[in-house]
């Protein structure tokens, strides 16, 4: 790894030796003599870490990350991300130090949650499944073919109460002021705490280091406290060594925005303090398995209060958008004006929860499809737009005129007065929570047949399917829809998420 130190630019080895000290710098150079540790992190909406272990005892490698509760380790020899527990949506393959701001932003059922720069989505799973079901969770990335990425992540996670948006933070802070009890801002930044990992960094940072992303940082960080109620907690991290990028900016948003202050997390065996800044986290390579961040968690008192008093959390105010406009017009492509236009097409289709039963001809076969689950859908939180059905989280902001990529659940699509249900309907149901279901075994090799597209047949034991059916992995995780018809399933995989290899 020597070459790989040798293109380390000069300014940043010796700010790095400025923050270190010499013998500590060395064991900091010493660190790129060693492997990177790849890590996975346990989606606990569908399995628990401790059956995951068992259910992958003894294969590739698996050992705890001791300061993730759901956190893995494995080995680099296991293409994990090709595997069928993967596509089941059990895991999400992340980095152990990136798992960690998600894990010490404290998120509760009934949050009013927003991940400001989400995608690809590592983070924003994480949080999704700390909801439970219950409250909402803003992803947001400004960049629409990343928040495509991050889109399907969440689906495959099985979260049916987020919201994914495609905004700049100030269009966020004009239409949801105050709206947010929790906000994590994992901002872009130089990305100095990935130079081991991904030493293309390096070119980056020679040509955009953190003299540019400073000022886009603290403009994301002022437009987050906008957001936040009074109350709330803001989680602030990067993958960046950079004082400048890190403590100079809580110190300056704690200046600009008197309300804000830093709430101390504890240390935890490998993490280190901050410089200058009590009560924030900094990782690094050297000291832990996992590459380098740093992390803050800041608060935002209630008005009038002391600085003395703590509360945590947020305020659970009533949001009242500015108008009554229900509009998810980001589904498609932007306004050249960019600004969202409403049109007839872009309202509901329909209110479930005020049409008579049967007489809703506009679901399709809705009703009937229904009768098949064994979970319910509270029908007043249901919706219709060109076609297709989204179940709106409970907290969900009618009012707002945001660029929409997707508003909580996609039950599905209604063509030609039938009711086809959606991947994401799949992600989100157990095996028992639909009528009709067909469970292969892991080392099944129709498996991998369905999940690249192709037709497949049930052995005469399996009995026969008609109709809808929902196909599941060994331990009864669903993969998706199959249209049965006798001893063949229809494969009703989702194209775009496909088995390549």
Known sequence: MAEQIERLPRAFLEEMEGLLGEEEMAQYLASFDREWNRGLRVNEKKISGETFFQRHQGMHGLKKVPWIGNGYWYDSSWTASKDADYYAGLYYLQEPSAMTPASLLPVKPGDRVLDLCAAPGGKATELGVKLKGEGILFAN????????????????FGITNSCVT????????EALPGFFTKILVDAPCSGEGMFRREPGMVTDWMERGPEYY????????????KLL??????????????????????????????????????????AAGGFGVLGVLRLFPHRIGGEGHFIALLRKKNKGEGSEEKQEGGERQEYRPKNNAWNLAAERPRQRTGKTRMEKDERPDGDL????????RAFGDWEAFKKDLRVKFEPSRIRLLQGRMYYLPEDFPEGVRLRFLRTGLLLGEVKNGRFEPGQALAMCLREDEFKRTICFLRGDERVVRYLKGETVTLKEDEGERKGWCLVCLEGGFPLGWAKGMGNVLKNKYCAGWRFLG
Not at 141 to 156: F, G, Q, T
């Open 353 to 360: 929860g005020k049409e008579k039963k049967g007489e809703g």
């Open 166 to 173: 495609s905004e700049a933070p100030e269009r966020l802070a």
């Open 141 to 156: 990335d400004i960049s629409h073919s990343r928040s495509m990425a991050l889109l399907k992540n969440l689906e495959l």
């Open 229 to 270: 109620a009074p109350g709330g907690l803001l989680l602030y991290s990067t993958c960046t060594f950079s004082v400048r990028e890190n403590e100079e900016n809580i110190t300056f948003l704690c200046g600009e925005e008197k309300e804000m202050e830093v709430v101390p997390l504890p240390l935890f065996p490998g």
């Open 214 to 225: 400073c000022p886009l940082q603290r403009k994301i960080l002022l437009e987050a406290v």
